[in-house]
């Protein structure tokens, strides 16, 4: 059946259990902008529940319900919703979005729309302000791939991050020694500035390796980019610079260091004693 509305048929891969929590969000907020992932499985169980009731009101009733509502058939017709660990190649914002028919609306409203959209899918996004990605992409742009550490059961992981134009793709460390340039993606961040100019803001969602991350794995290393990226901090942006400048004297500690007086990997231990047990 055909749909009317600003959305286009793509929707991200859903697991069974495994919510995103908020882990991070508050001092993202602080940083700039917020990584948003879908709540826990009960949470996310009861605003299904409420966008069903909603739903049943008539077409009209709430128009931001009916954006969802069509982007989620859509995506039903047509079939495109990715497979669990594989990512989509070309995703544009297009794929997801008409941009031509949100253009007529605020950053506040599209901001809206994109948030509570994605809120019902086992990924992460965000929304950010414009000023911010200029600062980060300019930096991507000096230094496109960084060292970034994920808070596992005994000790940390790594993962390096490198940019490719607007998408950031993170590999375990432990996969680019084993298998070099042919270790797959487990996360890639796809950020869209196509509103940057018109509205201020830059939207920016992700895919993810479900067998090897979990929503709330992939919030705190989607949160560490601002943290090393998009900081005020000379100190901090300057772990970046010797990552790819100056490699020899670059120290792992450092980045451990910074993620754990910002916070941010606080809230994984309990959940990974739980996943992997």
């Known amino acids: 059946a055909g749909v009317n509305g600003p959305w286009r048929g793509e929707a991200a891969g859903r697991s069974k259990a495994q919510g995103g929590g908020t882990q991070g969000c508050r001092e993202g907020r602080r940083r700039g902008w917020v990584i948003r992932a879908r709540s826990s499985p ?8 409420k966008r069903d009731e909603v739903k049943k009101q008539p077409v009209g009733y709430s128009k931001q319900v009916e954006f969802i509502r069509c982007m989620d058939e859509k ?30 609306k605020s950053a506040e409203e599209i901001t809206q729309i994109w948030n509570q959209y994605f809120s019902a899918k086992d990924t992460v996004y965000a929304v950010i302000p414009a000023e911010k990605f200029d600062l980060l992409w300019k930096r991507a742009q000096k230094c ?33 020694q084993t298998q070099g340039e042919t270790a797959p993606s487990h996360l890639v961040l796809y950020h869209y500035p196509e509103l940057q100019k018109e509205k201020g803001i830059v ?59 910002s916070g941010l990997g606080r809230g994984l231990r309990p959940s990974q004693d739980s996943h992997n047990s």
């Open 42 to 49: 009960d949470v996310f169980e009861s605003r299904m529940e």
């Open 144 to 176: 496109p791939s960084f060292l970034y550490a994920l808070p596992r059961k005994e000790g940390y992981e790594f993962f390096v991050g490198q940019w490719s134009g607007t998408e950031l793709h993170f590999t375990s460390l432990i996969n680019i």
């Open 203 to 261: 939207l920016m969602t992700a895919e993810m390796d479900s067998k090897f991350l979990v929503v709330h794995e992939a919030q705190c290393l989607a949160n560490q980019v601002q943290l090393f990226y998009a900081t005020d901090r000379s100190e901090t942006y300057k772990l970046v610079e010797i990552f790819n400048h100056r490699p020899n004297e670059f120290k792992y500690m450092s980045v451990i260091a910074e993620l754990e007086q």
């Open 75 to 104: 995506a039903e017709a047509l079939g495109t919703k990715t497979s669990k660990g594989r990512f989509t190649k070309d995703k544009t914002l297009d794929s997801i979005l008409h941009v031509e028919m949100v253009k007529e």
